[in-house]
């Protein structure tokens, strides 16, 4: 089970794939020889995932779904369970609506990640990791890099990247998130992409040579 899981909370007694999850189990499963259909275990995780919050509006994969995936891909159940708790992906208990991925790795840390947390926790009353804030919105998880370093610090929330955050754009961001809006993802300085804070300093004119 996951790490500081809520302390209770109930499985579902049954799981079955919907129309929009089926036509995407066939899309991946094809990618795959006859046979080694097992291979699209990660993918058929996610697509449960997904469904878990289209239609309960908290993404994670309840048991029944993995057992679910075992008969798809004629797998042993315990193959799939193996899979599931490995990755920190896939969340094995419920969530909130938004789920805030905090890097807290050496560059994130650095650039400032104790002040996101921090305000991560007062915006939500959350305490802990893995828990859901009263209001149902928010579950906080730990991660180490997420592979953004370069506009670190980054905060995730659900797909979406969040970076160049502070305490305050962290705060305005999750007030925004409780008000229903989604801001935009991307730099929160408002610099282009990756480039340096105040604007690009190379490729600032662009020359090509005539071909002879
Ligand atoms: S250390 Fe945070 S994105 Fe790499």
């Known amino acids: 089970m996951a790490e500081n899981a809520p302390a209770a909370f109930v499985q579902p007694a049954s799981f079955a794939f919907d129309a929009a999850s089926e036509a995407e189990i066939a899309m991946h499963v094809a990618k795959y020889p006859p046979g080694k259909q097992a291979s699209a275990v990660l993918a ?17 994969v309840p048991i029944k779904a993995m057992d679910e995936i075992a008969r798809v891909l004629a797998m042993p159940p315990i193959r799939v369970y193996e899979v599931a708790t490995f990755y920190l992906m896939y969340n094995l ?16 840390w650095l650039r400032g990640s104790d002040e996101v947390v921090a305000a991560c926790r007062d915006v939500t009353g959350l305490k802990g990791w893995k828990e859901i804030s009263e209001d149902g919105l928010f579950t906080m998880t730990e991660v180490e890099c997420v592979g953004a370093c370069v506009n670190a610090p980054i905060l995730q929330v659900n797909d979406d990247f969040y970076e160049d955050m502070d305490a305050e754009k962290t705060r305005a961001l999750l007030e925004a998130l409780k008000r229903g809006e ?3 993802p991307g730099s929160m300085s408002g610099r282009q992409t990756s480039a340096p804070e105040g604007g690009p300093t190379t490729l600032t004119t662009l020359t090509f040579a005539k071909a002879e």
């Open 44 to 60: 058929l995780l996610d697509v449960a995932q997904r469904q878990m919050g289209r239609t309960t509006g908290s993404a994670w």
């Open 93 to 108: 208990a419920p969530i909130g609506k938004f789920h805030l991925q905090l890097c807290t790795t050496t560059p994130c």
């Open 182 to 184: 989604i801001p935009t």
